[in-house]
Every structure is written in C-alpha cells, then in structure tokens.
C-alpha cells in the first residue's frame, strides 16, 4: 500500500475568505476548516452550494481557496510532498514513492519551455509571468493533471 503522504502548498497568494462576505470570525473559521477537509469535487461543490446559499454569490477568494483545497488532495493523490512558488517558478518535489508515471514527468519537461527536473526529484515550471491568484491555481492544475496517472 502507498505511504499516506501529506502534501504542502506554498504558492505565496492571498487566498482568504473576505471578512465582508463571513462576518463572524467563528463561522469563517468554521469555512476553512471544512474547505482543507474536502477530499472530492463532489464535497467541495457541496460546500460551495451551501456557502452561497447562506451568504450570497461566492466570490472570486473562496472559489480560489476551494481550488487551492482541490490542488491539495490532487497533490496528495499524486505522491507530491511539497509545491512551492519562487521568483515565477513553481518547484514542486515528489516523494520517493510518488504515482507520477515518469514517461509524463519528462514528456511534460520536454515540451515545456525552460523545465527541468532536478536530481533532487524536483520539477521546476517557469510560471510565465503569472501572478493572479486565479492564475496560478489554474496552471498548477494543468501541471498537476499533465502529470496524473
């Protein structure tokens, strides 16, 4: 059985739920945690429909952080112990036992404008210039999903 590994994201965004959309501190706390404890689309869609429902249209912050928790499990489904973002590149290091096929790894470093993997099992993706919270969620979606099994 693979090792249960727990995967850390550090993407350096402002991914907060607005204090004028959840005005009680104790009710938006309550939202993260369930938002880090979703571990399907299913669940986090759920929690989407009864965020709205209780306080309005989502806004653009709460969808980031429901993709942020999305990035999380997917990372964590993949055997990727950390993904970092550093001067526009995105750093994301596997774990010895990851469930990435490595014809995938490579095929997505040989087409990828100044990628590379390093001895260390880290693959380095310049970000292009992206900044937007959305943005870069988005990309480290498509790096994540060009890597799944």
Excluded: C, W
Excluded at 54 to 63: F, H, K, L
Excluded at 96 to 111: F, G, H, I, Y
């Amino acid at each position: 059985m693979p090792p249960e590994i727990h995967s850390a994201l550090n993407l350096a965004l402002d991914i907060r739920i607005p204090s004028d959309y959840i005005t009680d501190e104790n009710q938006r706390l309550r939202a993260y945690r369930r938002i880090a404890a979703t571990h399907g689309p299913d669940e986090r869609e759920r929690i989407a429909k009864e965020l709205e429902d209780r306080y309005g249209p989502i806004p653009d912050a709460v969808r980031n952080l429901l993709e942020y928790a999305a990035l999380k499990s997917d990372a964590e489904k993949l055997g990727i112990e950390r993904i970092d973002r550093r001067h526009g590149v995105l750093l994301i290091k596997f774990h010895q036992q990851t469930r990435v096929d490595p014809a995938k790894l490579m095929n997505l470093v040989s087409r990828t404008h100044g990628a590379q993997f390093t001895p260390a099992g880290v693959l380095q993706v310049p970000l292009d210039g992206l900044a937007a919270p959305g943005a870069v969620l988005s990309f480290v979606k498509q790096r994540l999903g060009d890597l799944r099994v």
